[in-house]
């Protein structure tokens, strides 16, 4: 045995080493299509009424008057006028007097048509964005990693990938 021990050395010396090793090699190619939606933000204001003064005598005082009738429950409120006269004649006097109308209740809404906004609410507050066209917005990737990205119209974007990875463990 002690014979052969040298040989049998000198033979796993010289035979050809095995190699254990893992290769992946992954693909993955994605689009993303974004067409941006339309929208509103409208807040109504209310009506209001201020009056001050000094030196000033109020025989009818100002204020708002309710709508009445078929407009009661969308109408804003209006201003009543109000009759002052000075109370001491040749005296110095301030008097101030303001009335906002409010919005009256729109039964109509925002409209949007192919993300254009059409038509508004007539409120105080009003925010608004268009939303996007898709009109030709498209988006490819062939299995050899060929990307065509087609633009739309206003408010959209496309984005694409294609990523090779190759891994050795």
Known sequence: MKRYLPIVLLLSLVAPMSAKADLIH???????????????????????????????????????????????????????????????????????????????????????SSGVVSALPAFGNVTTSSGGVAGNLAGTI???GAMTLTAGGAGTSAVGQFVSEVTVK
């Open 26 to 112: 992954r693909l993955t190619s994605s689009t993303q299509i974004t067409v941006d939606g339309a929208g509103s933000v409208a807040e109504r204001i209310g009506s209001t009424y201020t009056s001050s003064g000094s030196n000033i005598t109020a025989s009818t005082f100002g204020g708002l008057t309710a709508a009445s009738g078929d407009n009661a429950l969308t109408a804003p409120a209006t201003m009543t006028d109000a009759t002052y006269t000075i109370t001491t004649a040749g005296s110095a006097y301030s008097f101030s007097e303001g009335f906002i109308m409010g919005d009256s209740v729109d039964t109509d809404g925002t409209s949007v």
């Open 142 to 144: 062939t299995s050899a």
